[in-house]
């Protein structure tokens, strides 16, 4: 499986960007695959995922009501629409795929086994 994050920029505090992940390599019919973002010296945490084959979407909180997480199983490709964007958003943005949906493991980065190469998001106030 291979995965392509692309769409990151720099945006000053509420505006719009959307990331997108290209996916390649399997058929991803029941694959968790998430959107993840991480600074320098933090850990990389959970921002949103989407259950490929339902469609079904959960996101933390901070980013509830601003992030819209979508996917197009026609192009195997993964969105992540981002509105409102907040200094606090800067971060290096990575796509991840797990090839098994979880239930209570989805915000885990360690229950993923792929992922993109990062997309830097750089948010100015």
């Known amino acids: 499986v291979q995965l392509q994050a692309s769409g990151g920029g720099l945006v000053q505090a509420g505006g719009s960007l959307r990331l997108s992940c290209a996916a390649s390599g399997d058929s991803f019919g029941n694959y968790a695959m998430g959107w993840f973002r991480q600074t320098p010296g933090e850990e990389r945490e959970f921002v949103a995922v989407?259950?490929?084959?339902?469609?079904?979407?959960y996101y933390r909180d901070s980013v509830k009501g601003r992030f819209t997480i979508s996917r197009d199983r026609a192009k195997n490709t993964m969105y992540l629409q981002m509105n409102s964007l907040k200094p606090d958003d800067t971060a290096v943005y990575y796509c991840?795929?797990?090839?098994?949906?979880?239930?209570?493991?989805?915000?885990?980065?360690?229950?993923?086994?792929?992922w993109g190469q990062g997309t830097q998001v750089t948010v100015s106030s």
């Open positions: 989407i259950r490929w084959g339902t469609g079904a979407t």
């Open positions: 991840g795929a797990r090839g098994r949906w979880i239930v209570s493991g989805y915000a885990y980065p360690d229950n993923y086994g792929y």
